[in-house]
Structures are given as structure tokens and as C-alpha cells.
């Protein structure tokens, strides 16, 4: 984090490939990124997406890739918000500013649908912008796709010592640290943080991916169960011996994945697709 601070890493878009062109309109003094692809770019839904990296590090070439896929295979137009890290930015701020964000976007595109989707840390942050709107009393989006999600930052669950051994990704030292400095002044339970503890009647239908082999997926299946108790659709695709952010792999696990999320954006409904 010291060594971030001293020399940041760029959050100009790179990797998108060919077919897609890109641009900047700031909002709250953030940089929103705007895709579409560069022939027939209108009447099409659209796609919200808030990257992982344990909100300390800045949105990669990787998810850029996977944002490019977005826009040339599912057709869509991708809104990728830069929001600032922690430290020096806790959920506090950041939870309501997506949200509204993501109200005034929903009020713009209309009738046109959305799909937000956000992988690990991002995951996170989807689901706790979604459950402010609800308590907000604002329309949901018409999917969530949530990608190994971290939901949870106590990380306290007495299995997560043995998955730590298997996970090649995360640590359990490491996931305290950046929950307790994305938490601020906030309980690292406060739902801000950990939205498993917040409400979930009313949420958008979900589709969530996670693995066996990551130090998460615990809290996916409790997270998964607590909003089917509350009467939300929700698809989950647990695959066995599979790692963190699998569905970005190139492995043939993480393909059929991205399949499924190209064409739930394309759709811009979680509710079309058959059951796994």
C-alpha cells in the first residue's frame, strides 16, 4: 500500500481489444467510464461494473478485458465507475455515492435494462449499493451477477483456516487488514462492509459464482441462502476444486461461466436463464 501510494496505478482503460470504443464523464469527482462498441453502438441494455481488488487496488488490465468482452459479445454498454481506494476512502462514502450513482444511471438508461456485476471486493460493493437503494427506496437493477464475493469481513468462520491452505489467491491475514481499512470508523460487520448482514428482501434476482478452493465461498452459500429465504431469485454456481474469481479464468470451468454472464447482460435479467 505505501508503494501504491507513492507511484498509483492508472485506471486508464487498456485491453478493451478491437471493437470498442470508450469515454470519461465524471460524477462526485469520480471517473465513470462509458463503453459501447464502435459499429451499431445503440438499443441495447446495459451493463454496471465495480472491479475487485480488496479495495486497495485499482481496476486491472484483466477486468478492462473482461468489461471489453462484455461490450462485444453481449452487445452491451458498460459504466465502470473508478471509485477511490482505501484508505483514504472507506464505505462510509462509498456504499451510498455508488448507489446513487447507480440510481441516477438506472433513471438515464430507461427503458433499457441493467445488469450489475462486480467481482470479489466488487461483488461486495454491488450487493451493499443494491441494499441501499432498497432501504433508499429506489428500483433495484434487473440482474446482480456476483462473482466470488466478498461479503463478509469479519472472516470468521472456523472452516476458512483449512481453505486458506487451498485458496492461491487469499489469505486470511490479508482479508482483515483491507476489511478494517475499508471499514474506517464503520464495525467491520456494519452492512456497509459486510453486506451479508444487511437486508435482502426486495434485491434484485442474482446469479453468484464461487469455489470450493476459495477462501470465500462459505459465505457465498450463506449469502445465497439468506436471499432465497427472503423471496429473491438467485442461480448459484458452486464449482468443486475451482479458485477465487474463476470465472475470469481461461479454464473450461471459467468459460461456461463467462457464457452465462454474456448472456444474462445481453438479456439484462437473471430470471430467463435455466436453473443449474
Known sequence: MARLA???????PKGLGRGVMVTRKDEHGWPVYHTARTTDPGGCNYVMFLHGGGYINEIERAHWRFIGLLTREAGVRCVVPIYPLAPDATAKLIVPRMGEILRRLMDDIAPARLTLIGNSAGAGMALAAAQWLRHAGYRQPDAMVLISPGVNAVVNRPEQAALAALDP???IPGLLEVGRLYAGDLDVAHPYVSPLNGEFPGLAPMIVFSGTHDLLYPDSVDLVAKARSAGVPVQFHLREGQPHNYAALPTPEG??????ILRTAALGSALDLPAP
Open 6 to 12: 507513492l507511484r498509483p496505478v492508472s485506471h486508464q
Open 255 to 260: 468459460r461456461q461461466a463467462r457464457e452465462i
Open 169 to 171: 489467491i487469499l489469505d
